[in-house]
């Protein structure tokens, strides 16, 4: 059942928002992940205000979330790649220790919606979310068609509500 999200009710229309795309062999021209999350940010009418591609590495994906937190000061953080099994997929425990407060239902929400695009390897992937000060943070898998499933259904659905009560 598709729920149409809560676009009113206070949210705030127009956001702030990062995209970091954590890979070692990612580059601008074949990342087609955060093309895509670029380009609708922009038609959801939100300001990009930073992508950026890290690599797979624990202290850099900390910096880069809490740069684009501080520096860009982005209402809304989407970290994409990095979330997977492997030693070198570090980016939610990076990530969560940074969180002054976590959204778990997040992580289960996603893994639902992919289990029903993909069945059983939903597991493989891990999704987390959280707020640091007033932003809001989405971990999510790297692969297009994750992005375009956590994007579409649950970040941009909810951002301008969930950073009003970041706000409040």
Do not use: Y
């Not at 127009?14 to 955060?34: C, E």
């Not at 980016?91 to 029903?116: D, M, N, W, Y």
Request: net charge positive.
């Amino acid at each position: 059942m598709k729920f149409p999200g809560i676009k009113d009710h206070g949210a705030i229309p127009k956001l702030r928002m990062a995209i970091l795309i954590v890979s070692s062999t990612r580059t601008p021209d074949n990342d087609k992940s955060g093309r895509w999350m670029s380009g609708e940010v922009r038609k959801e009418g939100h300001e990009l205000v930073c992508r950026r591609i890290i690599p797979d590495d624990f202290l850099a994906i900390g910096g880069a979330v809490l740069d684009a937190v501080r520096e860009d000061r982005a209402d809304v953080v989407i970290v994409s790649g990095g979330t997977g099994l492997t030693r070198k997929d570090v980016t939610i425990e990076a990530c969560r220790p940074l969180f002054h407060k976590e959204l778990t239902a997040f992580g289960p929400l996603f893994a639902q919606l992919s289990f029903v695009e993909i069945g059983a390897a939903a597991m493989l992937s891990r999704a987390a979310a959280g707020s640091i000060g007033e932003s809001a943070v989405f971990c999510i898998p790297g692969s297009l068609k994750a992005c375009k499933l956590a994007c579409r259904e649950l970040i941009f659905m909810e951002a301008g509500h969930l950073v009003s009560h970041l706000r409040n």
